[in-house]
């Protein structure tokens, strides 16, 4: 009895110095006892731990027992009974035959029910025969544990920030972490540069970590891998594929001064571009409609500004900017054109003076364009407007004595808008002919938060539209559905709103059923209908939210 008793203090301070972490998540309270009555169990609990630990509610985890027997049993079970609902056992372990004086281990499933939570456990040896098989021995042992079920890595993604095609954008990856794992988040892309970070990222707990990218299409794909460790030291990864939306770069701006030239007369004017993202590069400016010493005019970009001077007599009116800009965002290069038309008049005997603004329009959008004529007495002129439909009928007729300034609304629909006006003075006519550019550039813009929602159930996001234009709407109705091919996500939505300030936001909140085989961007389409001081508008989009497959999930070890 003496050496059986020795053996196992041997067996317990062996196993104590060697035992890992995992040992402390599984806690002893009665480990039974050996060395007595071989009619009875006689055997000893020496160490329980996780062997391998539930992922999720519901999923099965494995309970590893190391037991010390002094007598020899045949035919043993070995059954889980927890005693609280967190855990759920599970197949009972079956060993077949136990020798006298041996240590052995059982592994027993359990089922875990909810994570993060401590259970006790009953674990019941019951013995059906002893050493001989003649006899039905009937015998059972009871070891109690307190198991404490741990909680397993999780992660989710998502990204935050503007990002323009061919250009480093930078953006913010949200790592949302709930039991504060530690762990590597790394990210790559095939269809776009990622130029930080380069290197994996250690954090513990939620994250915000800064990306720079140069998405290479309209949506990028980026692939966000994280590195962790579960309670037992086991390596878990997980990939998450978020979409990188990108827009094109706002184009150039380019200005000239003075406002007004004078025909057949030589003008010094100073030429102004202006590129985005403060970049260095160059602008090659043409000039139709006029004469010039030297086309085209070259105009050096420092910190997204450049300026030339140049003189040119005017031929006709107006006369024509074009400028084809180059520039450099982090090495990488962008190019854009735009233009300007100045109008052109007859110096000092001019009997009248024309000027519209703006000199650049949006297409599909309501635009206030103003006109303002100056001209010596009193004065009536027409004017007709082609290339867009207007607030007021054709032609438009102004009256005034010096000066009158007359506004109206203009909705383009194609690349360029004209301008026809005829002023009649007491001295004579005078005509004019304005030709305004239209760039596509949006008023109203719709942008989903948050951008990427997970497949498979209910999903809320919130859609923040915006005014970006310089006009007051009044009031207006948002009305919103999913695309062709995406309507059993959800029906059509509308929304009633007022005074929406330029630069302002309200906020609309839509709710969509993302099927759970969905994945990839879900477009959703949107139409504006709006009413401005000087008339009504509608406008229409298209925004994307991104359906998220769970994440894939390799275990190591």
Same mark, same amino acid.
């Given at each position: 009895?003496?050496?059986?008793?020795?053996?196992?203090?041997?067996?317990?301070?062996?196993?104590?110095?060697?035992?890992?972490?995992?040992?402390?998540? $599984?806690?002893?309270?009665? *480990?039974?006892?050996?060395?007595?009555?071989?009619?009875?169990?006689?055997?000893?609990?020496?160490?329980?731990?996780?062997?391998?630990?539930?992922?999720?509610?519901?999923?099965?985890?494995?309970?590893?027992?190391?037991?010390?027997?002094?007598?020899?049993?045949?035919? $043993?079970?070995?059954?889980?009974?927890?005693?609280?609902?967190?855990?759920?056992?599970?197949?009972? =372990?079956?060993?077949?035959?136990?020798? /006298?004086?041996?240590?052995?281990? $059982?592994?027993?499933?359990?089922?875990?029910?909810?994570?993060?939570?401590?259970?006790?456990?009953?674990?019941?040896?019951?013995?059906?025969?002893?050493?001989?098989?003649?006899?039905?021995?009937?015998?059972?042992?009871?070891?109690?544990?307190?198991?404490?079920?741990?909680?397993?890595?999780?992660?989710?993604?998502?990204?935050?920030?503007?990002?323009?095609?061919?250009?480093?954008?930078?953006?913010?990856?949200?790592?949302?972490?709930?039991?504060?794992?530690?762990?590597?988040?790394?990210?790559?892309?095939?269809?776009?540069?990622?130029?930080?970070?380069?290197?994996?990222? *250690?954090?513990? +707990?939620?994250?915000? !970590?800064?990306?720079?990218?140069?998405?290479?299409?309209?949506?990028?794909?980026?692939?966000?891998?994280?590195?962790?460790?579960?309670?037992?030291?086991?390596?878990?990864?997980?990939?998450?594929?978020?979409?990188?939306? *990108?827009?094109?770069?706002?184009?150039?701006?380019?200005?000239?001064?003075?406002?007004?030239?004078?025909?057949?007369?030589?003008?010094?004017? %100073?030429?102004?571009?202006?590129?985005?993202?403060? =970049?260095?590069?160059?602008? /090659?400016?043409?000039?139709?409609?006029?004469?010039?010493?030297?086309?085209? $005019?070259?105009?050096?970009?420092?910190?997204?500004?450049?300026?030339?001077?140049?003189?040119?007599?005017?031929?006709?009116?107006?006369?024509?900017?074009?400028?084809?800009?180059?520039?450099?965002?982090? +090495? &990488?290069?962008?190019?854009?054109?735009?233009?300007?038309?100045?109008?052109?008049?007859?110096?000092? /005997?001019?009997?009248?003076?024309? =000027?519209?603004?703006?000199?650049?329009?949006?297409?599909?959008?309501?635009?206030?364009?103003?006109?303002?004529?100056?001209?010596?007495?009193?004065? %009536?002129?027409?004017?007709?407007?082609?290339?867009?439909?207007?607030?007021?009928?054709?032609?438009?007729?102004?009256?005034?004595?010096?000066?009158?300034?007359?506004?109206?609304?203009?909705?383009?629909?194609?690349?360029?808008?004209?301008?026809?006006?005829?002023?009649?003075?007491?001295?004579?006519?005078?005509?004019?002919?304005?030709?305004?550019?239209?760039?596509?550039? %949006? !008023?109203?813009?719709?942008?989903?938060?948050?951008?990427?929602?997970?497949?498979?159930?209910?999903?809320?996001?919130?859609?923040?539209?915006?005014?970006?234009?310089?006009?007051?709407?009044?009031?207006?109705?948002?009305?919103?559905?999913? *695309? =062709?091919? &995406?309507?059993?996500?959800?029906?059509?939505?509308?929304?009633?709103?007022?005074?929406?300030?330029?630069?302002?936001?309200?906020?609309?909140?839509?709710?969509?059923?993302?099927?759970?085989?969905?994945?990839?961007?879900?477009?959703?389409?949107?139409?504006? &209908?709006?009413?401005?001081?000087? +008339?009504?508008?509608?406008?229409?989009?298209?925004?994307?939210?991104?359906?998220?497959?769970?994440?894939?999930?390799?275990?190591?070890?």
């Amino acid at each position: 009895m003496t050496a059986k008793y020795s053996t196992l203090l041997i067996l317990l301070a062996a196993l104590s110095l060697a035992a890992p972490p995992a040992q402390h998540l $599984v806690q002893i309270g009665a *480990a039974g006892s050996s060395g007595g009555d071989c009619s009875t169990v006689q055997m000893t609990l020496l160490d329980a731990r996780w062997s391998s630990l539930p992922q999720y509610n519901g999923s099965l985890g494995a309970l590893a027992l190391t037991f010390y027997s002094s007598c020899t049993y045949n035919a $043993v079970t070995f059954t889980a009974v927890p005693q609280c609902p967190y855990l759920s056992p599970g197949q009972p =372990a079956f060993v077949q035959h136990i020798s /006298a004086g041996s240590t052995f281990s $059982v592994t027993l499933p359990v089922y875990a029910e909810s994570l993060n939570a401590t259970c006790p456990v009953e674990v019941v040896a019951s013995a059906e025969y002893g050493a001989d098989f003649s006899t039905v021995l009937g015998a059972t042992g009871a070891y109690f544990l307190t198991v404490f079920v741990p909680p397993y890595p999780y992660f989710s993604v998502s990204l935050k920030g503007a990002a323009y095609l061919g250009a480093p954008s930078r953006l913010t990856l949200e790592v949302r972490n709930p039991y504060s794992f530690p762990a590597e988040v790394s990210v790559s892309s095939q269809s776009a540069a990622v130029l930080s970070p380069t290197s994996p990222v *250690a954090i513990r +707990g939620d994250a915000s !970590i800064p990306l720079v990218v140069v998405p290479f299409s309209s949506q990028s794909p980026i692939v966000v891998t994280i590195a962790s460790q579960d309670y037992l030291g086991n390596p878990v990864s997980y990939t998450h594929t978020l979409y990188v939306s *990108a827009a094109q770069p706002p184009p150039p701006k380019v200005s000239v001064s003075p406002g007004v030239l004078y025909l057949d007369t030589a003008n010094e004017v %100073n030429i102004t571009v202006e590129v985005p993202f403060g =970049a260095n590069g160059s602008a /090659a400016v043409s000039i139709s409609g006029a004469s010039v010493s030297t086309s085209p $005019v070259v105009v050096p970009i420092v910190d997204g500004r450049g300026t030339a001077v140049v003189s040119i007599t005017p031929l006709q009116s107006p006369v024509v900017f074009q400028v084809s800009a180059s520039y450099s965002v982090g +090495g &990488y290069q962008q190019s854009a054109q735009a233009s300007t038309a100045v109008e052109a008049i007859q110096p000092l /005997a001019a009997l009248a003076s024309l =000027a519209v603004s703006p000199q650049m329009l949006i297409a599909n959008s309501a635009n206030n364009l103003t006109v303002a004529i100056s001209a010596p007495g009193s004065f %009536n002129a027409s004017i007709t407007i082609s290339g867009a439909s207007t607030s007021a009928p054709m032609p438009a007729y102004i009256s005034g004595r010096g000066s009158a300034v007359y506004s109206l609304v203009v909705y383009p629909y194609s690349q360029q808008v004209s301008l026809s006006a005829t002023i009649k003075t007491d001295r004579g006519v005078q005509q004019y002919t304005v030709s305004l550019p239209v760039t596509t550039s %949006n !008023i109203l813009l719709a942008v989903p938060s948050p951008s990427s929602v997970a497949a498979g159930g209910n999903r809320t996001v919130t859609v923040e539209l915006i005014n970006q234009g310089s006009t007051l709407i009044e009031k207006g109705v948002v009305v919103i559905t999913p *695309a =062709a091919g &995406y309507s059993a996500l959800m029906g059509t939505v509308a929304y009633n709103f007022s005074s929406l300030a330029p630069l302002g936001v309200i906020e609309l909140p839509i709710s969509f059923i993302v099927p759970a085989g969905q994945a990839g961007p879900i477009p959703f389409q949107y139409t504006v &209908y709006y009413v401005t001081p000087l +008339g009504s508008g509608q406008e229409q989009g298209t925004f994307y939210v991104q359906a998220l497959q769970s994440p894939s999930l390799s275990v190591t070890s």
